[in-house]
């Protein structure tokens, strides 16, 4: 088993910054990597972000890149996703989740790839 608790987020204005944090804790030594997803009212949850432990490989949804950051501390017990220049579309509850088994950048993006899942954090970007 393994437990995601997300925190950090919280309401700032068009054009502000929030870092969101993950920790992970339970059976960490054997996940491959952690993704961070978003699902806004009425919407799907849709992709954010990944990290691939192995080589350090990141991937970005297009809404996203040049904005956001994926990043971890060392041990991997807590991932991060800086949020820069923050708009009104981005506006969601934010989930972090990490997969049990390999993880690759074709697949980083789908929900199914994903063993365990936070509660979600809300942030909510004003114009």
């Known amino acids: 088993q393994v437990q995601l608790v997300e925190s950090g987020g919280g309401l700032v204005q068009a054009g502000g910054s929030l870092r969101l944090s993950c920790a992970a804790s339970g059976r960490t030594f054997n996940n491959y990597g952690m993704g961070w997803f978003r699902q806004a009212p009425g919407k799907e949850r849709e992709f954010v972000a990944a990290?691939?432990?192995?080589?350090?490989?990141?991937s970005y949804a297009d809404s996203v890149k040049g904005r956001f950051t994926i990043s971890s501390d060392n041990a991997k017990y807590i991932v991060y996703l800086q949020m820069n220049s923050l708009k009104p579309e981005d506006t969601a509850v934010y989930y972090c989740?990490?997969?049990?088994?390999?993880?690759?950048?074709?697949?980083?993006?789908?929900?199914?790839?994903?063993?365990?899942w936070g509660q979600g954090t809300q942030v909510t970007v004003s114009s």
């Open positions: 990290l691939i432990w192995r080589g350090g490989s990141t």
């Open positions: 989740a990490t997969a049990l088994n390999p993880l690759y950048l074709s697949i980083v993006a789908a929900k199914g790839a994903y063993d365990y």
